[in-house]
């Protein structure tokens, strides 16, 4: 099964996205995609041989939407934003230029109902309508044509969606702005046949005005959504262009694409490393805090990784590539995060499905109230189109499309600014929930550099020998405090959970749980080993509690040890002694008991546990397997992120419940009003402009409070 990420531009509304994502699904061998209308990105699986990927962009393509190319993601997309800005820019401005000198001379002659006239404002006698109704009428026709010329998207993407079952909001503006124009134009025929009461029933700057306040919203929307993915930008934007690489003996600058494995590379201080490697000569501090976010700068030596986008800041170095391209450190980061927000979050299906039906249902909605107004007003065509393009302009797939994507865009990428990578809308979900969280103990609440303290019995040198066959952290502790001469061993065995066993000078001798050194199965020793606790281990705990979260300590070391340091970190609940294999039914347990279970360990040997939790979350650097292994990667390693990470989720899930709120409430008030159900009472009629202001303000609102998450501090 292949998974592609596929660009995609032309996308105006939520009903776009969901409308590619049907035509995309009903194509023979796509298993799943999802279109993200924030991210203007499908995300979709298919099965490469009933398939080819030429085939769904073709289909893209066919229904009105443009396929961008995935090469060069970084310069390209900003590129194509910037041009998008500036163009939408142009047109508003034209639109505007051109709207503004139309509503003058639409509306200050006429009696609305304002106080225009009574300021005495200057208007050219040549153009009275009532004494040169067709010059008056001709002359807002001119003046709207290249209004209209500025939003020729909205037709013809409106109208060919319409045309192909699958109305959106371009539709909404293109039908309801077609409607003030096309009725305007049939009055202006009467008035040229001398009929000049139809000068009253001129609706040009109802139409003109519309469009110009739509692109104010699109222009408006494009800046917003740009700020949206900032973090990833930034993130984007760290690697260097080139690299110093020395090729026979000589240095040489090339640019950073044409780097190999291999390659020795040479960096001065001060700049940046091109690409992942180890170092071979030289020693210098690296400033990794992009990458760990650690404030400290790691020490280098020969033998040492080395990750692009760090900073050299002391000495020179050489290093030999090892990662180049899409396989360094920062490169999985990125496509982490990217991938983080093309997904969708559990929140957001009721808002696609809604988006799905909405514009059918608003055309629907436009024609029976324009049809019930046209009969109830006794056949008044003028006073059932006002009500008709009200509805169609006020209604807004735009908000609801944005409601979640966009919260989640701003969620994830302020997390990675912060070290904290969500694997996803569904994770970002999920960890607002959590209510329970075990914890690990040996490198998450401790430091993971266990010392022995103590030895009880003449069994140091036994115990050195067979442990140096051992990759656990406590059988180097004891090789590190054994400076003797090692025995021989013979039949080693790792027991995982258990121990080590061999045979020495013809007797097995065993190192069990808690340390314990048996020969031939009598107990001749033991071994006394400490690992403090990481600095902020107490904080977070206590964070957590404070948030309501039940906290529970889970190790596979004896119960002694694990009492000890859950008495320092102030842990009540403890489970020691527990084999890698059972702890995964520990956390099942909990979830039996109706829990939200978080598991966080190193992401390796936790991983059943990480795997079963409703989120595991790895502490350990992301460069490593626990990337892979776990729903939330602290690259800190730090535990304090725990709680800043379930405290971010639960804000972005406010904001995005919030947005939601605002989205369905705007369009189930502002329809009704559109319609006229107020002014069945007594009340005022909406008019048309008002309700295009009203619809691109709506889908601003929505971006602006996504926009607040990145205020986002840790508490």
């Avoid at 040229?192 to 009461?197: K, T």
């Avoid at 169609?392 to 865009?409: D, K, S, Y």
């Avoid at 030895?455 to 066959?469: I, K, N, P, T, W």
């Avoid at 004891?478 to 039949?491: A, F, P, R, T």
Wanted: charged share 20%; hydrophobic share 45%.
């Amino acid at each position: 099964m292949n998974s592609i990420s596929i660009p995609i531009g032309g996308m105006t509304c939520a009903a776009c996205a969901k409308r590619i994502e049907k035509v995309i699904l009903k194509l023979e061998g796509v298993e799943t995609a999802s279109v993200n209308f924030a991210t203007e990105k499908a995300v979709v699986s298919y099965n490469s041989q009933k398939i080819k990927l030429p085939i769904i962009r073709k289909t893209i393509e066919k229904i009105g939407y443009k396929v961008l190319e995935n090469k060069n993601i970084t310069e390209e997309d900003k590129i194509r934003k910037q041009s998008e800005i500036k163009t939408l820019r142009v047109k508003l401005i034209i639109s505007a230029a051109f709207s503004l000198p139309l509503l003058y001379i639409a509306m200050v002659p006429m009696d609305l109902g304002l106080p225009l006239p009574a300021l005495g404002l200057p208007f050219p006698a040549q153009i009275n309508p009532m004494n040169f109704p067709l010059i008056y009428a001709l002359l807002e026709l001119f003046l709207v044509i290249p209004i209209v010329g500025m939003g020729y998207k909205f037709y013809t993407i409106g109208f060919k969606a319409l045309a192909q079952r699958s109305p959106n909001m371009d539709s909404l503006i293109a039908i309801g702005t077609s409607a003030a124009v096309l009725f305007s134009l049939y009055n202006t025929w009467l008035i040229a046949r001398g009929q000049f009461i139809a000068v009253e029933s001129l609706y040009y700057e109802t139409a003109g005005i519309i469009i110009t306040l739509i692109l104010l919203g699109k222009s408006l929307e494009a800046v917003s959504k740009g700020k949206t993915g900032e973090a990833i930008k930034k993130l984007m934007g760290l690697a260097p262009k080139t690299a110093i690489v020395m090729q026979n003996g000589e240095e040489k600058e090339i640019p950073i694409e044409e780097v190999k494995p291999g390659d020795i590379i040479l960096v001065k201080p001060g700049t940046k490393i091109p690409v992942d490697g180890k170092v071979i000569e030289g020693r210098s501090d690296i400033d990794e805090s992009m990458l760990t976010g650690e404030s400290m700068p790691a020490h280098k030596n020969i033998g040492d990784l080395v990750y692009a986008a760090t900073i050299n800041t002391t000495g020179m170095l050489r290093f030999e590539a090892e990662k180049v391209g899409a396989d360094t450190a920062l490169a999985h980061i990125i496509k982490l995060v990217e991938d983080a927000q093309s997904d969708k979050a559990p929140i957001a299906k009721m808002a696609d499905t809604v988006s799905g039906y909405f514009v059918p249902i608003v055309c629907a909605v436009a024609l029976v109230a324009g049809v019930a107004w046209f009969f109830g007003t006794g056949g008044n065509l003028e006073f059932a189109l006002r009500i008709f393009i009200s509805v169609l302009v006020i209604a807004c797939p735009c908000a609801l499309g944005l409601a979640t994507p966009t919260a989640i865009m701003v969620g994830t990428g302020k997390g990675a600014e912060k070290g904290i990578l969500i694997k996803g809308g569904e994770v970002l979900e999920m960890a607002h929930k959590i209510n329970a969280i075990i914890l690990d103990k040996t490198g998450t609440i401790t430091e993971g550099k266990p010392e022995v303290v103590a030895v009880e019995g003449d069994v140091l040198q036994l115990a050195a020998s067979l442990e140096r066959y051992s990759e656990h952290p406590i059988a180097k502790a004891i090789c590190d405090y054994y400076k003797g001469e090692y025995l021989e061993v013979s039949d080693f065995k790792s027991i995982v959970g258990q121990g080590v066993e061999g045979i020495i000078g013809g007797k097995k001798i065993e190192i069990a749980r808690g340390i314990k050194v048996l020969s031939d199965g009598e107990y001749i020793g033991r071994l006394f080993v400490s690992d403090k606790p990481k600095q902020g281990s107490l904080e977070a705990v206590e964070k957590l509690k404070d948030m309501g979260i039940e906290v529970m300590m889970l190790t596979g070391d004896n119960k002694e040890t694990a009492e000890n340091i859950a008495k320092q970190v102030k842990i009540d609940n403890v489970l020691a002694e527990v084999l890698p294999q059972d702890k995964a039914s520990e956390v099942k347990k909990l979830q039996e008991k109706g829990y939200k279970v978080a598991m966080v360990g190193d992401g390796i040997n936790d991983a059943p546990a990480l795997a079963g939790a409703d989120l595991g979350i790895a502490i350990g650097s992301g460069t490593d397997v626990a990337m892979e292994s776990a729903d939330i990667v602290l690259m800190k390693s730090n535990l304090t992120d725990v709680p800043v990470a379930i405290n971010l989720s639960r804000q972005t899930i406010r904001n995005i419940k919030q947005n939601l709120f605002w989205a369905f409430g705007y369009n189930v008030i502002g329809i009704p009003i559109a319609a006229g159900v107020l002014h069945l009472f007594g009340g005022p009629l909406l008019n048309p402009i008002f309700a295009a202001a009203a619809m691109s303000l709506s889908s601003v609102s929505v971006l602006t409070n996504a926009l607040r998450l990145r205020k986002f501090e840790s508490k």
